[in-house]
């Protein structure tokens, strides 16, 4: 589906419909985030985010335990869709994006 909306988005850049920027923005929006490590969750909530699992938990609509599986190198639960989404958000522009 994404690939569709960005073919859309190209084609109506080409007529003039959207602007490049606005074409800009739909691909970063469009691309798929990246795998989420136990590690580079903790670097984004510890170090970025500075926050405690269960207040980031909550910045994320998740639950504590949820956080604490992604952290466990043994639970072997990843990040994935929305919640892969508001991390990449998070580690590219900073916690602040979720406050707005």
Request: hydrophobic share 40%; aromatic share 4%; proline share 5%.
């Amino acid at each position: 589906m994404l690939g569709e909306l960005l073919e859309t988005a190209e084609s109506l850049s080409v007529y003039g419909v959207l602007s490049k920027s606005d074409l800009a923005h739909i691909r970063a929006l469009c691309q798929e985030p990246p795998e989420y490590t136990p590690e580079r969750v903790i670097e984004i909530r510890s170090n970025q985010a500075k926050m405690s699992q269960a207040v980031f938990a909550s910045f994320l609509n998740v639950s504590v335990s949820t956080v604490q599986k992604w952290e466990s190198p043994t639970a072997g639960k990843r990040p994935s869709g929305a919640a892969a989404k508001l991390l990449q958000l998070v580690e590219t522009k900073g916690i602040e994006v979720l406050l707005t």
